[in-house]
């Protein structure tokens, strides 16, 4: 007879609360797919009387996040609490050391110590799998480590924040305000602790460190990637990049340049009617393309307690089947540290900004493009509003140091209203 795989769950908020779900309801086919059974044998959180809608009479508890991972009667330590230090680290060390399997769901984590932690683990021969830490129930992980193992990887594109992108197409479908749709993405279980995190960009870019290190093979550097996030989009951006033909995204782009690998995670204008102009709510999108594979595209709910769990339980039925492999898709030891510069490529922008309403006031700012060596493709003036002459501008390719430049310039000339708004436009 074969033994049970024993887990503990460190955290019982909406994913634990997915993950006891699924093993409650699905035991059987959990059992005759992992060829044993999986069983939850003690679980940790801060309270242990709050009503999640699970009976957890069960399972032994914990107080300490870390004593969990020390318990002789676990095989698998599952940390869903979250957070880049504190109890996650610590309890994710203990386990490692301990000589337990660890499934994690912390991007954070993962994206800032995942190089430490991919080596203590291989160090002992345990794994360490977090394919619910980048977006959410997609099997991204799974497809490039395994799927596309045999590719040279050459960029991976996509929509990984579930929250950026149900604010996002929210406001633009319902015409509601910020306010109402980001409390709705509450409900749905969608936020981070810390939702800055989510509007910032800092989860999604946590998510794109991961990937960068699995296609490229590079040591995971949070740092590498050109950041911003979606706090500065505002009805306008969206309503006049619909008048465009184009939808705003927060894109995650990593691609092997002749500069070297180019990571960043911001807002850009994408086609509506293009693959990622369409997703809409809490979906996400990753564009993967490989030298023999040519393109794949994976699109899924990236966040929410079913979803997540249902990732998190995929992980713990390769460990029960045995199934083993470098945490990064290659020993953590043979990772490159990346050559990798913040930048964006060269691509057509988006410039929206309030001038004053004076003659020349258009001529001064076109004329400060031009001498950023920024080329104007389009133009395009809406209605005023007060002494406030808002302008449209599309650009033809550029970079982003050429945009930046041209928007220090344009300040310079003193007819700018406000701060202006630059979206670079993926068009393919
Ligand atoms: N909610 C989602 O859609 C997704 C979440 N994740 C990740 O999954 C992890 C968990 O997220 P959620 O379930 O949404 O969080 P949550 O806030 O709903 O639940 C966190 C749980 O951890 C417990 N916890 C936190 N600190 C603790 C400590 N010091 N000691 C004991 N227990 C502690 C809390 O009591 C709570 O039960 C995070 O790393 C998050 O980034 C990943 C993908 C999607
Ligand atoms: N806060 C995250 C949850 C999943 O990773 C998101 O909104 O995508
Ligand atoms: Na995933």
């Known amino acids: 007879m074969t033994t049970p ?98 499934v994690s769901a912390n991007k954070a984590l993962l994206a800032i110590h995942g190089q430490a932690l991919a080596e203590a683990a291989e160090a002992q021969g345990v794994s360490l799998r977090y394919e619910a830490a980048v977006a959410g129930g997609i099997p991204v992980i799974k497809s490039l480590a395994e799927g596309l ?63 960068s290190a699995i296609a490229f093979g590079v040591r995971p550097d949070f740092d590498a990637i ?35 690998l180019e990571q960043s995670m911001t807002p850009c204008l994408v086609p509506a009617d293009s693959p990622l102009g369409q997703l809409k709510g809490g979906t996400n999108m990753i564009v993967i393309e490989g030298d023999a594979v040519d393109q ?23 460990i029960a089947r045995g199934f083993h492999m470098p945490v990064f898709g290659q020993p953590a030891a043979t990772l490159d540290v990346a050559v990798s510069a913040k930048a964006m490529g060269s691509k057509p922008w988006y410039l929206r900004m309030g001038l004053m309403d004076k ?9 400060a493009l031009g001498n950023a060596g920024v080329s104007i493709n389009r133009m395009r003036q809406y209605g005023h509003q007060d002494t406030r002459a808002p302008v449209l501008i599309i650009t033809h390719k550029t970079t982003r140091d050429a945009i930046d430049h041209a928007v220090d310039l344009s300040m310079k000339t003193g007819v700018v209203v406000g701060e202006p708004v630059a979206l670079a436009i993926e068009e393919d």
Not at 44 to 70: F, K, M, Q
Not at 300 to 310: D, F, I, K, L, N
Not at 359 to 367: H, I, W
């Open 296 to 318: 794949i595209i994976l699109r899924g709910p990236g966040a929410g307690e079913g979803p997540t769990a249902s990732a998190v339980i995929g992980d713990v039925i390769d």
């Open 149 to 211: 193992a045999g590719n040279r990887i050459t960029r991976i594109k996509g929509v990984m924040n579930g929250t950026c992108n149900y604010i996002l197409t929210r406001m633009e479908d319902a015409g509601l305000p910020y306010d109402t749709v980001f409390e709705e993405a509450n409900q749905l279980g969608y936020l981070e602790a810390d939702p800055t995190l989510d509007v910032g960009g800092i989860d999604a870019a946590h998510k794109l460190t991961l990937l």
């Open 359 to 367: 003659p020349g006031a258009l001529a001064k700012v076109a004329e």
């Open 5 to 102: 795989l024993r887990l503990g769950i460190a955290g019982l908020g909406t994913v634990g609360t997915g993950l006891i779900k699924i093993v409650q309801t699905n035991g059987d086919l959990l059992a005759r797919r992992a060829g044993r059974a999986v069983e939850i044998v003690a679980v940790c959180a801060r309270s242990r009387t709050r009503n999640r809608g699970v009976d957890i009479s069960g399972y032994a508890w914990e107080d300490d996040p870390v004593a969990l991972a020390r318990r002789p009667d676990i095989d698998v330590v599952v940390e869903l609490m979250g957070g880049e230090n504190g109890p996650a680290k610590a309890l994710t060390e203990a386990a490692i050391a301990a000589g337990k399997h660890v």
């Open 226 to 260: 050109a950041l911003e996030g979606i706090q500065r989009i505002s009805i306008e951006d969206i309503r006049a990049a619909a008048d465009l033909g184009l939808r705003i995204k927060l894109l995650g782009v990593a691609q092997m340049t002749g500069r070297g």
